[in-house]
């Protein structure tokens, strides 16, 4: 059982390490960060959420699905998600390295557009190794969390 304090914490850090995760994966082509630290940070997250409220709280809580008894954690809801998202990672990740195949450049070139006329930032650069690194994030996000919901059901 956690406490209200642990609760309050992870109602007030998780925000905010959310936010951290998405500026660290954006920024990821140009600066220090990208997918799999972005990946680590919302990991970090989630499994603060687990300790203060448990691991039935996704399911229950945020999505209002019914938690079924019974069922093994491999065949949990929440877990089968999480592989679904290490796969679709694997596959963004794969795709946007052959996609410079498709122009006759070598695997895992990249490129980027700036993108202009743009309200407050007035120009944004959004470059292709954005998309890998995107497929990293869910990688490392299906990844840690897999591993992070089947230890603690232990």
């Not at 039935?56 to 089968?80: C, K, M, N, Q, W």
């Not at 998202?85 to 794969?94: P, Q, R, S, Y």
């Not at 990844?143 to 992070?148: D, K």
Request: proline share 3%.
């Amino acid at each position: 059982m956690t406490t209200v304090i642990m609760k309050t914490t992870a109602r007030i850090v998780v925000p905010i390490i959310l936010v951290l995760a998405i500026s660290l994966l954006l920024q990821g082509h140009n600066l220090p960060g990208g997918g799999f630290i972005a990946g680590v940070l919302t990991t970090v997250a989630f499994a603060l959420v687990y300790v203060a409220y448990g691991l039935d709280y996704l399911d229950a809580g945020v999505l209002g699905r019914d938690v079924e008894p019974g069922r093994g954690i491999f065949e949990h809801r929440s877990v089968t998600a999480f592989r679904r998202t290490f796969i679709l990672g694997l596959a963004i990740a794969v795709a946007s390295g052959l996609g410079a195949l498709a122009f006759d450049e070598p695997f895992l070139s990249q490129t980027f557009v700036i993108v202009e006329s743009i309200p407050i930032y007035h120009e944004i650069e959004v470059a292709s190794a954005l998309a890998f690194d995107l497929g990293v994030y869910c990688v490392v996000v299906g990844v840690l969390l897999t591993i992070l919901s089947v230890v603690g059901a232990e």
